[in-house]
């Protein structure tokens, strides 16, 4: 190999080693899942027609490149700088260097510069070296794979730990799940048991393997009368593994819905992955108003005692009414007790009551003391900006069934002067569904809003589409920064902005 072809090979090393950077941020937020960096990547690459080109630029490059030694520069190019948009930087939450992060990109650099030392001894050249810079982002999901079980390994010890700590507190334990308001049902319950008792609960959305017991090592005390366990789950399996160590005695289900359809594909599958949660409980707190889990619970009522919680009918255990702000409690048919609190809780507030039924709790001495519940942050919560005008955050975890009250508070927060503005990237994660249910979305929206913003390409075609054809004017930003930069130069102060879901930045 002349000096020419070694120096180029040294360079197609450097390039895919530097790649790491953008691939350990698809990484780390899709929790190391391996294929979820090509995953992405072919996301961006077909966000937008220009993407699309240079990938098969870059394809053509590489094959161009076998026969002009001096093409790989140009493949190196493409490979640093495209996708478009696709940047070094974190344009939101920053990549945290954990000790996984670190493990995984020094075992990459590893087998990058082991390909590269192969194709020199082999007397391939650059080839191999030049292939492994054009699919970096598949050397990387590889090395995910590789490693997953030696992560799992590695971290076991903290789990034993929270198991240990968990069974020597014997405590009841009330584990939650579902593809909708785990958080807020978690903590409206926790806000619930607190006026009498010293409840543990996981803190913000710490549902995995290791969120949970790292939760537990750091903040689970002695002094504490009973655990809330929100569990979360990307496949199947998950939460079966969670519940092996955890065992809750009281197993709760929020609902089933087409978030994470991408991963599950079927709400069938979805509704089996959130049931593992289920098999050790002795009582399975429901909600009553999904179908599918009322049919399945008929499969658990020979064996667990099955609490239905409703929010339309009385026919269920637990049925919460609202009107005007305040939650009316009835259980078996019989009014209880009445609470104020937002609308977004009437799910939880009936889930919450099925909870105490189920440890057989006083409901009565329980609200006593309780003036008003508050929602969980970043869910529909109301402030007041610096130049005046009324914003709408729901930014966090955004899912089909939480829209139909942000539009409402929307209406309801607005007066006859004020413009309603949405500033929105659309729900993700709905695999097959997600042009139409964003498609949907938009066109409800239009029903109650004046102009809308739209980030993002993921989901940039349904939502304007539906716009157009409902005639909102709407205008599309690459990012949230710049729709807010755009927003804060027409604003009043009587006007109402909605916040609907935050677009994380390795998503196009």
Partial sequence: MNGNYFLILLILTGASLLNSVKWARFAQREHYLGGSVTKFYFRWVKSKTSNYLLFITLLLSG????????????????????????SFSSRTSKIENTERLLRVNRFYYFVIISISAVSLVVELGYLLALLANIFSYFVYDQCLKILFNYEKSLTQHYVDSASSKLKNANIPIVAITGSYSKTTTKNTLNQILS??????????????????????????????????????????????ELCSWVRPHISVITGIAPVHLERMKTLENILDAKSEIVELAGSVVINGDDELLLNQARLWANQKIVYDCSTTSKQAIVFVHYD????????????????????????????????????????????????????????????????????????????????????????????????????????????????????????????????????????????LLAFQENNIPAYWFPNRDEAVDYLNTIIKPEDVVLFENDLPDHYP
């Fill in 63 to 86: 094959v161009v490149s076998l026969w002009i030694y001096y093409f790989p520069l140009l493949v190196i190019v493409l490979t640093l700088f495209t996708p478009i948009g696709l």
């Fill in 195 to 240: 006026t009498q008792t010293n409840p543990f609960s996981t803190k913000e959305s710490f549902n995995n393997r290791l969120g949970v017991a790292k939760a537990i090592n750091e903040d689970l005390k002695e002094t504490d009368e009973l655990a809330i366990i929100e569990m979360g789950t990307y496949g199947m399996g998950e939460i079966r």
């Fill in 324 to 463: 005007k702000n305040v939650h009316n409690i009835y259980v078996k048919g019989k009014f209880i007790l009445s609470v104020k609190a937002p609308e977004l809780l009437q799910l939880s507030i009936a889930l919450s009551i099925g909870v105490l039924l189920a440890l057989d709790l006083d409901i009565e001495e329980f609200f006593s003391k309780i003036d008003f519940l508050e929602k969980t942050s970043h869910r529909q919560s109301l402030i007041t900006s610096d130049l005046g005008h009324k914003i709408i955050d729901n930014s966090f975890n955004s899912n089909p069934m939480a829209i139909e009250h942000s539009l409402k508070l929307l209406e309801h927060e607005s007066t006859d002067q004020s413009m309603k503005y949405l500033v929105t990237p659309g729900m993700i994660e709905l695999g097959s569904d997600q042009f139409s249910l964003n498609y949907a979305f938009g066109t409800e929206s239009s029903k109650v809003i004046d102009e809308a913003l739209v980030i993002g390409h993921t989901n940039k075609n349904s939502l």
